[in-house]
């Protein structure tokens, strides 16, 4: 199958990876830096006038910019920005990383959340950080083993409890968060696409809560989206999964988070659907596996997702996280949907014991190179045409490396881009 080819192509090339741990790494060069918020709207609450919508963005511009589109990093539930500029323990992050390797970086925090201040008369109740969940879900999950895969959890850079300062850093981190889940998609699509608007075309990099974010933005502006790059995105499809006790592990929660399959907005299907309810959905009766859930599917045949179909996909899946038993039900859902994408466990790599906060564990710039190794394939103009023969076997299914059909994804960076340059550095 075409995942594991893409695999093999990434993995053989892991063993020349240079990281910060085994040489200095230089300076960052960069030409110039900033912030700036954007989707803000004026509104009267309670006879004063206040903004909200909108989301704080900062930005870095390589010195040599070698890459024609920037990559918009949105972060997580109960998160900011700070997931991608750095770790916990100090090391650089994957902001950082991407700017080194030549792209044009933008890190958001999402409306409502950290310097996009919380305005609970229009948002509404919010849910609070809490020290045990971050445990259970994020950094000691092995201790808990709340899912079959938990075990497997080692690359945590700290001993993931209260009064260690790799933890305590961490939890310092955490936001609250807006609890209608319908609300936040349609806040951050929104913004997101005001984004685009002013900086141009570009990547999008989603982790967990944003995942459902990425797909309606690139639904409604698919010439904007050059390529999605989903790390563990929000799922599984329609119904969020509980844990139990083994030997069950899961439990679907009784009403749907994602109505919609992927998200809780709406998305344009064909043929077109006008309400949640014109999805026919049906369960898996046997689970892929005996420690993966069972997928909620549209019956056949299923509707599609054109406008996802139009640039290449990447999902991630870490071996220990949470995700790693349901994943594979959101791919299959696109994939019935008609999207084409490339999936990799990095298991399947040999990228072994991360959780779902593998942009601050120990091998980060491990995984930010196996994402930058796919971007790289998925660019026709860095010289590899994706090919059957440039990775033996591969199967009609996620043939996400062709660039999806987006005639525009991929085109040789010109020599004078630079005077284009306005559209990155806010000049409008």
């Known amino acids: 199958m075409k995942r594991l080819a893409i695999a093999l192509a990434i993995g053989a090339t892991m063993g020349t990876t240079t990281h910060a741990k085994d040489f200095p790494l230089p300076p960052l060069s960069i030409a110039q830096q900033g912030y700036f918020f954007i989707g803000g709207k004026y509104s009267t609450v309670k006879d004063r006038q206040v903004m909200s919508g909108h989301l704080y963005v900062e930005f870095q511009i390589p010195s040599r910019q070698t890459h024609p589109w920037p990559i918009v990093m949105i972060h997580g539930g109960g998160q900011s920005g700070t997931n991608f500029t750095g770790t916990p323990d100090g090391r650089e992050g994957w902001a950082q990383y991407f700017l080194r390797q030549g792209y044009s970086v933008y890190v958001i925090d999402q409306p409502g959340r950290g310097r996009a201040a919380y305005e609970p008369d229009l948002y509404g109740p919010a849910t609070q950080p809490a020290p045990d969940n971050v445990q259970r879900r994020f950094v000691a999950p092995e201790r808990y083993n709340l899912w079959p895969q ?241 990775f033996g076997r591969i199967t009609p299914r996620r043939r996400s490396l062709h660039a999806g059909g987006n005639e525009n994804f991929g085109k040789p960076f010109r020599k004078d881009a630079r005077r284009c340059e306005c559209k990155y550095l806010h000049n409008d």
């Open 150 to 390: 938990a075990r497997l959890h080692t690359q945590w850079p700290g001993t993931g409890a209260p009064g260690d300062s790799i933890f305590d850093q961490f939890y310092a981190s955490q936001m609250p968060s807006i609890q209608d889940f319908t609300l936040q998609q349609i806040l951050n699509r929104d913004a997101i696409q005001a984004l685009l608007d002013k900086i141009g075309p570009a990547i999008l990099l989603t982790h967990s809560q944003s995942g459902a974010f990425g797909w309606p933005v690139a639904d409604a502006k698919p010439d904007f989206v050059k390529a999605i790059v989903a790390i563990e995105p929000n799922g599984p499809p329609f119904f969020d999964t509980g844990n139990i006790p083994a030997p069950e592990w899961f439990r679907d929660a009784s009403t749907q988070a994602r109505p919609w399959g992927i998200t809780a907005a709406p998305l344009s299907y064909s043929p077109p659907a006008n309400d949640p309810s014109d999805l026919a959905i049906e369960r898996q009766e046997k689970s892929d596996a005996p420690d993966v859930v069972k997928c909620w599917m549209q019956r056949t045949p299923g509707r599609q997702l054109p406008n996802l179909q139009k640039m290449p996909i990447l999902i991630v899946t870490a071996e220990a996280s949470y995700h790693a038993p349901y994943d594979h039900c959101t791919v299959k859902f696109l994939e019935q949907a008609g999207v084409q994408l490339t999936w990799i466990k990095l298991s399947d790599i040999g990228v072994h014991g991360n959780g779902h906060m593998m942009m601050l564990e120990k091998n980060n710039m491990e995984i930010a190179d196996v994402i930058s190794r796919w971007l790289t394939l998925a660019e026709p103009s860095n010289g590899l045409t994706v090919t059957n023969r440039a």
